[in-house]
DNA sequence: CAACGCGTTGCAACGACTCGCAATAGCCAT
DNA sequence: ATGGCTATTGCGAGTCGTTGCAACGCGTTG
């Protein structure tokens, strides 16, 4: 007696992208356990970023038994799906965010230790330079861009 | 007997900036010391980008009984006399690269996994649009950037 | 509803890097 | 030369992340 939730009155057909995880795993001969679905109730609940300990320890709350390998394999595969994206913080540490927001870059100041977000607007200049002059497509999200910020310049 | 080679009569004035580590060290109150000899003597052979387990290797070789934290501590030190940067690779591991060369930075294709230099020309572009947006100064040589090659689109 | 195949898990070991601490040894002074 | 101050080293322990492998269990088939 699968859950139909779709066919609700008044249930909007905006879905989480969350929802249908199941059904795509499913599709690829891929499986719905337990620990991928403890891992996808974290993600549920995070905004802007989260580094994979983190996440890890959240699984642990929920799940005394989690272990890190799980963890990792399974946002690898999250990632594959295209529902989170993992980049390296300044220190090289692996910093993962939800994938519904606004796909954007990271700015670290070496100064202050604070992390900006890079906007759209600006983001585009940089992927568009190396679009025109080398035919390459920057994946901005990736990766986060170190130097001093205004307040923080010698 | 101190070799006063600045004094030899065909001695250009461009000495390597390895040269007077030593007294550079020095005057700052710190040691001159085998191990940190042996990284050097390493670091002068080095050209382009290594990893910090290859300088780490390489020193071995010279002297089996290098410890690798004595060597991550001396790259910490080198890279605050200006002598070294490190930076993170795709996979966030560090790498170094002797500064002497231009400052520039890094693309790696996750198509074909191969790692590109970004020219000067082109990071000036990222280096000004956030330098003039955000008041940004940016340390291109610290990241590697990731994205598609022009030969690994889909 | 029991058997089965293969995607997954958990473990253990490993590699990269960091950090605290006690012992060592540069370097200057005597 | 000798001694002492203290920068440095080496070690051990710890964190983050990855990987190989044998056991497990999800989801399907008969």
Chains 1, 2 share one sequence.
Request: proline letters at 5%.
């Amino acid at each position: 007696m699968p859950p139909e939730q779709k066919a609700g009155a008044t249930v909007r057909p905006a879905v989480s992208p969350w929802d249908d995880i199941a059904e795509r795993l499913h599709a690829n001969g891929l499986r719905w356990t337990p620990q991928r679905r403890t891992l996808i109730e974290v993600l549920k609940e995070q905004q802007g970023h989260v580094t994979a300990s983190e996440l890890i320890a959240s699984c642990k709350e929920r799940d005394r038994t989690t272990t890190p390998s799980t963890v990792y394999r399974a946002l690898d595969l999250l990632e594959e799906l295209g529902l989170v994206r993992h980049g390296h913080g300044h220190d090289g540490r692996e910093e993962y965010h939800v994938l519904p927001d606004q796909v954007h870059g990271h700015l670290y100041c070496v100064g202050c230790g604070t992390t900006w977000e890079i906007r759209p607007e600006t983001g585009a200049v940089i992927v568009d330079a190396l679009a025109a002059q080398l035919g390459f497509d920057v994946d901005l999200s990736h990766v986060t861009i170190s130097g001093r910020c205004a307040g923080c310049h010698d």
